[in-house]
Antibody, heavy 120, light 107 residues
Framework: QVQLVQSGAEVKKPGASVKVSCKAS????????MHWVRQAPGQGLEWMGI????????NYAQKFQGRVTMTRDTSTSTVYMELSSLRSEDTAIYYC?????????????WGQGTLVTVSS | DIQMTQSPSSLSASVGDRVTITCRAS??????LNWYQQKPGKAPKLLIY???SLQSGVPSRFSGRGSGTDFTLTISSLQPEDSAAYYC?????????FGQGTKLEIK
C-alpha cells in the first residue's frame, strides 16, 4: 500500500534551517510528483512547491523562493524539503503529498505531517 | 495567483441533512478543482478530483459539480463521521491554491 512517512517534529530558533524528509513506499517513486503543503496552527493549507521525482526539477511558490529547497534521493525513495532563515511565522505542520503525472493534479496520498516549531 | 473562496466558512447540520459547500475561483480553472476533507490532527484526504470524480473508497454520498469558476461539494445525507473541515483546491496552474476551508459541525 502507498505510504508517505515523514520525519519527526522539530524545534528551531529563528534564523535557523530545518530539513524535513518524506519516505515513499508502495509505488513506483519516479512516476509521480511530490509537493509540500504547510498548515499554520488553526489555519488553512498553503502550497509551497513541487519536485519532479524523475528529473529532480522544481517549481516553488514565489513566497518561498530563495528560502526553500526540495530534493530527492531516488535510491531511498525519499524527498526532502529544507526551509532556511526560519521565522516564527514558519511554525506549522509540513506535509508531503504526491500527484500523478498528467491530467488533474490531485493530492491522492499525504504524509502524516511534521510539526516545525520556530521559537527563541 | 488564483484566489479560491469558499462559503460558508462554517456550518452546523443534522445527521441525514443534505449539505452543500460552495467554492469560487477568481478566474476560470476549467475542471481542475479538487475537494479534501480534514479531521483534527490528521492529514487532508482527497474526496473529489477533476470537479466531479469520486476518489476511490470515498462514500457515494459525496459529490462534486461545476466548471470554470463555480463549484459545489454536496453531502447527500450527512453522517456523524462527516464532521470535519473541507477545502477546495485548484490545480489549473501553479501556485496551487486552496480555499480557506469550511468547518462542518454535526448538531
Amino acid at each position: 500500500q502507498v505510504q508517505l512517512v515523514q520525519s519527526g517534529a522539530e524545534v528551531k530558533k529563528p534564523g535557523a534551517s530545518v530539513k524535513v524528509s518524506c519516505k515513499a513506499s508502495g509505488y513506483t517513486f519516479t512516476s509521480y510528483y511530490m509537493h509540500w503543503v504547510r498548515q499554520a496552527p488553526g489555519q488553512g493549507l498553503e502550497w509551497m512547491g513541487i519536485i519532479n521525482l524523475s528529473g529532480g526539477n522544481t517549481n516553488y511558490a514565489q513566497k518561498f523562493q530563495g528560502r526553500v529547497t526540495m530534493t530527492r534521493d531516488t535510491s531511498t525513495s525519499t524527498v526532502y524539503m529544507e526551509l532556511s532563515s526560519l521565522r516564527s511565522e514558519d511554525t506549522a505542520i509540513y506535509y508531503c503529498a504526491r500527484t500523478p503525472y498528467g491530467g488533474n493534479s490531485r493530492f491522492d496520498y499525504w504524509g502524516q505531517g511534521t510539526l516545525v516549531t520556530v521559537s527563541s | 495567483d488564483i484566489q479560491m473562496t469558499q462559503s460558508p466558512s462554517s456550518l452546523s447540520a443534522s445527521v441525514g441533512d443534505r449539505v452543500t459547500i460552495t467554492c469560487r475561483a477568481s478566474q476560470s480553472v476549467n475542471s481542475y478543482l479538487n475537494w479534501y476533507q480534514q479531521k483534527p490532527g490528521k492529514a487532508p484526504k482527497l474526496l473529489i478530483y477533476a470537479a466531479s470524480s469520486l476518489q476511490s473508497g470515498v462514500p457515494s454520498r459525496f459529490s462534486g459539480r461545476g466548471s470554470g469558476t463555480d463549484f459545489t461539494l454536496t453531502i447527500s445525507s450527512l453522517q456523524p463521521e462527516d464532521s470535519a473541515a473541507y477545502y477546495c483546491q485548484q490545480s489549473y496552474t501553479t501556485p496551487y491554491t486552496f480555499g480557506q476551508g469550511t468547518k462542518l459541525e454535526i448538531k
